[in-house]
Nanobody
């Protein structure tokens, strides 16, 4: 099966930066879109950014111009560069990947364990 391991969270002051990383490993035939979602305390999980295997990106309006998503297809790794962080960016960030484990299998969603990002002075 596919395993996602995300990392890079931490505590940062408002206006600061963090870079998250997520590596996919295990039995995979192909990885399609990868992305980041976040869930703040007491709120539903929401989309932050996604990137296709071809490099097309999509961002939530709240992070446009501040966050940049990128990926290394050879390493099946996706990154999220977060700049100009705000207290409202505080959440657990989850990595997501759409993958097939064999040529004949269906596409399935896989999730990382989550990494905490706290923006506070």
């Amino acid at each position: 099966q596919v395993q996602l391991v995300d990392s890079g969270g931490g505590l940062v002051q408002p206006g600061g930066s963090l870079r998250l990383a997520c590596a996919a490993s295990g039995r995979m035939f192909r990885v399609n879109a990868m992305g980041w979602y976040r869930q703040a305390s007491g709120k539903q999980r929401e989309l932050v950014a996604t990137i296709t295997s071809g490099g097309s990106t999509n961002y939530a309006d709240s992070v446009k111009g501040r966050f940049t998503i990128s990926r290394d297809n050879a390493k099946n790794t996706v990154y999220l560069q977060m700049n100009s962080l705000k207290p409202e960016d505080t959440a657990v960030y989850y990595c997501n990947a759409q993958a097939k484990v064999t040529f004949w299998s269906d596409w399935a969603d896989y999730w990382g364990q989550g990494t905490q990002v706290t923006v506070s002075s």
